[in-house]
């Protein structure tokens, strides 16, 4: 496994595929669950919901790309973030120029009924957003809080970001507890395993206050949310997975057959992400 990997967040995993990129996706034993690595400590462990957003300038300005429609088994250890969603279908990404059945890239043949992974190391996340509850509306049904973890991104504005709450969350101390958790394992992660990238020392005194293990809010109210110093920045494959908008034609989700339902729902207009 390489702890470089850049997270594509999800995708489908397959027991009987050995495929290069799987060094960037969670391992699975024969029940489904995250493989730790040596030495990996777990921290929390719950059914969620589970989203992946494209973030603009502000906050309020991204696109929803896609959601799980049902739950998933989320894993928080001393050095990731990892997601598993147990028999939904999962579309291939296609490339636009070079027409359907040429895949760009994460190519899976009969992807259906297939397990839905997902991961982020500790080098990666840049910030950390909670995004409150929200009521039900007239057209909108309510919303848990959520926990809103992002990365930054090479040569664009767009910035990649992953949504979780709800389910499980909603229990003990709720979204606010779990986001606490979250940064302090990840700036402890940092200040074990400094030099990539490299941080200056106002960055690792920084680190040094988000590892404590106080539950002080301060900044998690702030619109540019908790910021993590020495995050790595993320580059996708290809340069269409930053600027490509949603289409049903390019990543939809698609009935499977034996689990009965899609597995990704995507948004036909950009949405918010707050």
Known sequence: MSDDASPYFVRPHRFDHDDQDDRAFPQLDREHRVVLDPGERALWRGRVEVAGYLLGPTLGNGTLHWSLLRPAELTVTDRRLAFVCEEWGFEEVTDRRTGPGRPRHRRRDNATNRIITGQIRWQWPGRLHLMPAEPATGNRAARPARVLLVCDSLRTIRQPALSF????????????????????????????????????????????????????????????????????????????????????????????PQAGSAGLRRSRQPGSAS
């Open 165 to 256: 709450g709800g389910g499980e969350v909603e229990q003990g101390g709720g979204a606010a507890e779990l986001i606490h958790l979250v940064r302090r394992a990840v700036a402890q992660f940092r200040l074990a395993h400094p030099g990539t990238p490299e941080m200056s020392p106002q960055e690792r005194e920084t680190l040094t206050v988000r590892a404590g293990v106080g539950r002080s809010s301060e900044g998690l109210a702030d619109l540019r949310g908790v910021v993590l110093p020495g995050a790595m920045v993320v580059e996708f494959t290809h340069r269409d997975d930053y600027h490509r908008r949603p289409t049903r034609s390019s990543f939809s989700a698609r009935r499977a």
